[in-house]
């Protein structure tokens, strides 16, 4: 199976930041991956596919880049609505693995 | 407007069975792959099974083989998925989630149920 890795594991901020969140595959996965948003007590969000494709609705704050084995996931200026916890997935094949998540919070 | 919404969760005891339902609307199951994904309580997400549009393709994660059985009626368009078996570490909120396109190969999920909680206690 393929391993994703995240980091940070924890990331502070303030409103109005621009963070970066990094993802990485234990193989390639050419640009199969996708970025979710999640907010205590709801389902996952998509953000981003394939790696760098913004889905329909979501503020162009938020964007994704590379392929391989490593990509990233950038707000470029925090919202409050932006505090949640981020999961990169792959899905080169099955099985889809997601990475640990990365856990946004206010500074 | 597309819903998914899960039903079923519960207490049950190890070794125990459970079955969970997922009805949707504002789209046909028969045209795109169904999945099962679950989250332990403060844990991240883990996929569990899939089925194609077809039925072609039925899939599991490697803890869920044997176990676990994932089906449908597009009568009802309705997705199930049969646990037995059931240990204390599938323990955990089980979402439905449509798949982004057939369910065959390369999966994500692009609308999600609000899931349901499985604890898994004696």
């Known amino acids: 199976d393929i391993q994703l890795t995240q980091s940070p594991s924890f990331l502070s901020a303030s409103v109005g930041d621009r963070v970066t969140i990094t993802c990485r595959a234990s193989q390639g996965i050419s640009s199969y991956l996708v970025w979710y948003q999640q907010k205590p007590g709801k389902a996952p969000k998509v953000l981003i596919y394939a790696a760098s494709i913004l889905q329909s609705g979501v503020p162009s704050r938020f964007s994704g880049s590379g392929s391989g084995t490593e990509f990233s996931l950038t707000i470029s200026s925090l919202q409050p609505e932006d505090f949640a916890t981020y999961y990169c997935?792959?899905?080169?094949?099955?099985?889809?693995?997601f990475g640990p998540g990365t856990k946004l919070d206010i500074k | 407007q597309v819903q998914l919404v899960e039903s079923g969760g519960g207490v049950v005891q190890p070794g125990g069975s459970l079955r969970l339902s997922c009805v949707v609307s504002?789209?046909?199951?028969?045209?795109?792959?169904m999945h099962w994904v679950r989250q332990a309580p403060g844990k991240g997400l883990e996929w569990v099974a899939v089925i194609s549009y077809d039925e072609s393709n039925k899939n599991y994660g490697d803890s869920e083989k044997g176990r676990f059985i994932i089906s449908r009626d597009i009568s009802k368009n309705t997705l199930y998925l049969q646990m037995n078996t059931l240990r204390a570490e599938d323990t955990a909120v089980y979402y439905c989630a449509k798949d982004h396109a057939w369910g065959e190969y390369r999966p994500y999920f692009d609308y999600w149920g609000q899931g349901t909680l499985v604890t898994v206690s004696s």
């Open positions: 997935q792959q899905y080169n094949g099955y099985p889809p693995t």
């Open positions: 504002g789209f046909s199951i028969s045209n795109y792959g």
